[in-house]
């Protein structure tokens, strides 16, 4: 593997983050930042990050909730490095721990902690149809490998107690997919189409379910992200720079 050795200082949440991330290949953008958003956690609860890359949904929710802690778990030990340092860089290494391991066999540290809540940003890409990247570290982020989406879904459900809720953030057009994996298992299936802008088709969906209950599905409205300028309408800036919560 051909590591980056370029890294930048950038930030999310208008500043209130700071971020050290690999200057080429897989880079934190808003979806991290959505996903964190709409995590239901509350003060004194548990989150597991799967998949955090470089921690930025974990650092995201702690700076909207400091009174929860993280526990992190990402592939990739570069990215799993950062996550780490980017902690300390936001002086929240007491409430955030970023582990090393695979979400078809998460090491016990992981595994043993009980979740009330999972969120994740996982490989969105179907290895057969998608363009792969030049950069391993992105092409690891983003392109599905050994572990599909059902098994990011069934380490995500196998680590929440009862009750708990996964919110996930992934391309609309797999859906079907997530529903159908998620519906023996889970109520309180809430779906947020994630719209480019007024009128166009969603590319992105949050998805939110709690663990073995039995309240119906509900598909929202969705949240338009641009107006018709271009430029981040009035909900999507309240998400991305004034670190509001995106409620499901």
């Not at 995201?60 to 990402?74: D, N, S, W």
Request: net charge neutral; with cysteine.
């Amino acid at each position: 593997m051909t590591l980056p050795t370029v890294m930048t200082e950038d930030s999310l949440l208008d500043g209130k983050v700071q971020l050290r991330q690999p200057a080429e290949g897989y880079r934190a953008a808003i979806d991290p930042v959505l996903l964190a958003a709409a995590t239901p956690a509350v003060a004194g609860d548990v989150v597991a990050d799967l998949g955090c890359g470089v921690a930025s949904a974990s650092l995201c929710l702690l700076h909207r909730i400091p009174e929860v802690r993280l526990v992190g778990l990402e592939l990739q030990p570069l990215l799993g490095k950062l996550g780490q340092e980017n902690a300390q860089l936001n002086a929240v290494e007491d409430r955030l721990s970023v582990h090393i391991g695979d979400v078809r066999a998460p090491p016990a540290s992981v595994a043993a902690a009980g979740f009330d809540h999972v969120m994740m940003n996982p490989p969105y890409l179907d290895p057969a149809a998608a363009r792969l990247s030049q950069h391993e570290v992105r092409r690891i982020a983003t392109v599905e490998g050994e572990a599909g989406l059902a098994a990011w879904m069934n380490c995500a459900l196998g680590l929440l107690r009862p009750r708990g809720s996964l919110t996930l953030i992934h391309r609309a057009d797999r859906l079907d997919e997530i529903l159908a994996r998620l519906s023996g298992d889970c109520g309180h299936l809430t779906v947020l189409p994630l719209w480019p802008r007024l009128g166009q088709p969603a590319k992105r969906i949050i998805v939110q379910a709690r663990k073995g209950t039995g309240a119906p599905l509900r598909l929202l409205p969705g949240l338009a992200l641009h107006d018709e300028s271009g430029t981040y309408s009035a909900a999507a800036e309240a998400v991305l720079r004034k670190a509001e919560a995106l409620p499901l």
